[in-house]
């Protein structure tokens, strides 16, 4: 599985992808963004070189450009379409799911978290 | 300063603490509970975040540096020297867990309101001994560190120009 976490904290995205592993999930490649703008350029890298992801696991709450922001922009230039992604917030209120569900976004997983949440969500997505 | 009438100290405080064991516990992987113990003071690595919307409220925590190479310890898995690099990212982190999850469980979703990125700073207790007027302070304990955070009712402009 080729996968995108996109979060500001580095070690943040260190744990997810522990978090994934730990999950036993098979990741044969894991890319890192540090917020929407780096996600958007690796994603527009791919569709220059015809790479494909199979998962995107997105923050919110980043500096630069948040994680909604980073969705609606992807859905605008029609990048890594039909790529499941999962946002990972703190917070999932009503007008959140909204916004992230209009933007393409196919669940999320609240923090705190544990390994076995995430596992659940991308085999029901997967 | 009081809190204002509608808002119900206990049940945050009570939060508060489910919320923090609840961090600790599934992100980190340990335990951490109220206590009576207060920190030593010194060099403390302030976290400040702020939600602004319909409805406004300050948070900040305080972590000794006992505690706050402790948060990062139990973040990278790893024991390295070379902690302080990662403890604005560690702190910070953990600063937005704790609230995001505390504005989720009690701020009605249905109003507006939005969460801040966290700023973290290093303050010197003994140099500047003057504390804004909090509503509450809450100590908590893990791996025999402090950490201390408090809850400001405030406007968020009150509470930064203080």
Known sequence: ?126 | MSPPDNLDMDRWLDQLDATISEVFQNMLGVTCLPSANRSKGGELFKVVLHVTGDVERTFCLYFDKPAAKAAVFAFTQEDTEDWEPQVEDAVGEIGNMVIGTLKRKLLNSALPSSLSVPAVSREDRKVNPATPAVTSRRDYEFLDNTLEIRLDFRPAAAVQSS
Do not use: W
Request: overall charge negative.
């Open chain 1, 1 to 126: 599985m080729r996968t995108l976490i996109v979060d500001d904290s580095s070690l943040m995205r260190k744990m997810v992808e522990r978090a994934l592993r730990l999950a036993g999930l098979d990741m044969d490649e894991v890319l890192q963004a540090g917020n929407g703008e780096e996600a958007l350029e690796l994603l527009r890298a791919d569709a220059t070189n015809g790479s494909v992801l199979n998962l995107i696991l997105s923050d919110v709450n980043m500096p630069v450009m948040d994680g909604l922001a980073f969705l609606e922009q992807r859905q605008k230039e029609k990048l890594a379409q039909g790529v499941p992604v999962i946002m990972i917030t703190t917070e999932g209120n009503e007008a959140f799911v909204r916004r992230a569900i209009a933007a393409g976004a196919m669940g999320y997983i609240c923090k705190p978290f544990v390994p076995e949440q995430i596992r659940a969500k991308i085999e029901h997505l997967l």
